[in-house]
């Protein structure tokens, strides 16, 4: 089995994911072939070929032309599976290259059994076991769900050149917000998710927090309606963060939100539903009504 | 100006699921059904472009059995002005690509400016439906946009990367643009605007009208994740629960 594993560059910095895709390729014991729209002077440390094309020239994100020159590495190597991170470049460009191979596309992979590719489903409440038509496929795979590997050695480079044309324009990166609270060094978190209910409930997980002298934290949908300021989001699109202590608070535990806390040392969550997938992250759930549980839980600290 | 959304309609993911006896999907009776949250998004980003231009007609698409009226309907509430319902109650055996076929079938000949759909549904989310109907229409193709502005014919929008980061991207419509959480504030239809939904069109289409490709992914089988027995339960009485958790935090030095 050959597979071509896909590198991402961000403002010319070479993204770490590609050795959760080398770890992948070894979990398959696959004969291993390395793209990356890069720059030569930073290239990841992967023992085998890599088709190297020029971001000054192509550009960090151009999914018309990426598409065209990954398209040429298929051609000349006929990989098995072409295989992306499932990440804001990874998800956007499979489904394109998929289309151009008119092939199957298997999305966030989480892992292999029985011969088929594990993907959650509802949520990650549910997986499902997914099969491709025989011969190719395109994998993203979920971040953090392969463990890395770096190899001691270089890259082969071959150098490629396309004459695509791009349909969008890309114009320029925007910085995350100036980060307000460092989540990165609080030791204790206590995080308000979707399932404290309503806006004027912030204030209640608030005082649990200043109770155990830690900070506040968000999930996404608390964050997207407005309860709680952006600086104060954890997970892959906010901050990721690794304190003592940890207390989710009707958080469901959607993937990106565990993935940006699960190193935490030790975690509590407060939910109605036992079968949250936030169980599977915690050290400790408390099955109850977060807004009966934590300002009693508050009183008694104090 | 034509503006095509495209949405699906997903079980509340608070529901309690179960797997049906097919085995590959879960069991949609006795389910509570809403419009996919990032669709919402996009159904709102279409009614408010229609709100800047004023000559513009939104057309509101789903696939699925019966039921998914429900959402289309939501849709018209909140401003589409009309809907395409893709009768399909096989709805759950069609991979990514199918339903990219489908509504590519439909919108080839409408000459749409802009598409919207949501980044992934809630329920398979597999991110590629959007992308695939761009491809096949040979439109150019925007994902995970947070922000979108249109000026005469061309488009600005900010995509979300990882970490707070963003992209900005210019592209000519006619395009595809899939919808990030926190693109805007979804309204809520009123209910005069309710009211003059229920006059609004639903075309139905059978899905074998539009479909003409095979499936390229198929399930073998749907199942609940392994409990790796990680968490320790406490359940009971609120005070009980509140001296358990004082303790735990007392043993491991934290309070």
């Known amino acids: 089995m050959k597979v071509l594993l896909v590198a991402e560059y961000r403002e010319k910095a070479l993204l770490e994911t590609i050795y959760e895709l080398n770890g992948f390729a070894n979990s398959l014991n696959a004969e291993k072939v390395f793209f990356a729209v890069g720059y030569e002077s930073n290239l990841p440390k992967v023992a085998g070929k890599l088709y190297l094309a020029d971001a000054e020239k192509y550009g960090e994100y151009n999914p018309d032309v990426h598409k065209e020159l990954i398209k040429q590495v298929v051609e000349k190597e006929n990989p098995d599976y072409i295989v992306f991170s499932h990440s804001s470049y990874g998800w956007d460009l499979a489904p394109r290259v998929a289309a151009a191979l008119k092939v199957g596309q298997l999305t966030e992979v989480v892992a292999i059994e029985d011969n088929t590719f594990v993907v959650p489903s509802c949520n990650a409440k549910l997986r499902r076991f997914v099969r491709h038509t025989p011969g190719k496929a395109v994998l993203t795979i979920q971040a953090g769900a392969f463990a890395p590997v770096v190899d001691s050695a270089s890259p082969e480079v071959e150098k490629i050149e396309a004459s695509a044309q791009a349909k969008l324009e890309f114009v320029g990166y925007e910085e995350a917000e100036a980060k307000s609270v460092d989540l990165t060094k609080a030791e204790i978190i206590v995080t308000a998710g979707r399932g404290i209910g309503k806006p004027d409930n912030v204030p209640v997980i608030e005082e649990l927090a200043k109770a155990l002298g830690g900070e506040l934290g968000a999930s996404r949908p608390v964050v997207d309606a407005g309860w709680v300021d952006h600086s104060r989001q954890v997970g892959t699109t906010g901050q990721t963060v690794s304190p003592k202590l940890y207390v989710a608070c009707g958080v469901s535990g959607a993937i990106q939100h565990l993935a940006g806390m699960k190193k935490s040392d030790y975690i509590i969550a407060i939910n109605t539903d036992k079968d949250a997938p936030i169980a599977e992250a915690a050290d400790v759930l408390v099955v109850a009504d977060v807004m009966q549980f934590v300002p009693a839980l508050t009183s008694k600290l104090k | ?255």
Not at chain 2, 13 to 30: I, L, R
Not at chain 2, 53 to 66: A, M, R
Not at chain 2, 144 to 166: A, H, Q, W
Not at chain 2, 221 to 244: C, S, T
Request: aromatic fraction near 8%; hydrophobic fraction near 40%; charged fraction near 30%.
């Open chain 2, 1 to 255: 100006m034509k503006v095509l959304v495209c949405i699906k309609q997903v079980p509340d993911m608070e529901s309690k699921f179960k797997v049906a006896s097919n085995n590959v999907w879960y069991e949609d009776t006795d389910l509570a059904y809403r419009m996919n949250e990032y669709d919402e998004y996009a159904v709102e980003q279409a009614v408010r472009l229609k709100e800047q231009v004023g000559d513009c007609d939104v057309t509101v698409l789903s696939i699925g059995p019966e039921r998914v009226k429900e959402a289309i309907k939501k849709a018209l509430a909140m401003g589409c002005d009309r809907g395409v319902h893709i009768n399909d109650n096989d709805y759950y055996s069609k991979d990514p690509y199918q339903k990219a076929q489908m509504i590519a079938e439909f919108a080839k000949d409408k000459n749409f400016d802009i598409i919207f759909t949501g980044l992934q549904s809630q329920d398979t989310g597999s991110a590629q439906v959007g992308v695939l109907l761009g491809e096949l229409l040979e439109l150019p193709v925007v994902t995970t946009i947070v922000s979108f502005e249109y000026n005469d014919g061309e488009v600005t929008v900010k995509r979300e990367l990882e970490g707070g980061k963003k992209s900005i991207i210019k592209v000519k419509v006619p395009a595809v643009f899939t919808c990030q959480l926190g693109l805007n504030e979804p309204r809520y239809p009123t209910l005069p605007n309710i009211m003059k939904a229920k006059k609004k069109e639903i075309l139905t289409f059978e899905a074998s009208e539009l479909l003409k490709a095979e499936n390229l992914v198929t399930t073998a089988k749907m199942a609940f994740p392994e409990k790796k027995g990680g968490a320790q339960i406490l359940e009971g009485d609120v005070a009980e629960l509140v001296d358990k958790v004082v303790q735990i935090l007392k043993e491991k030095s934290l309070v």
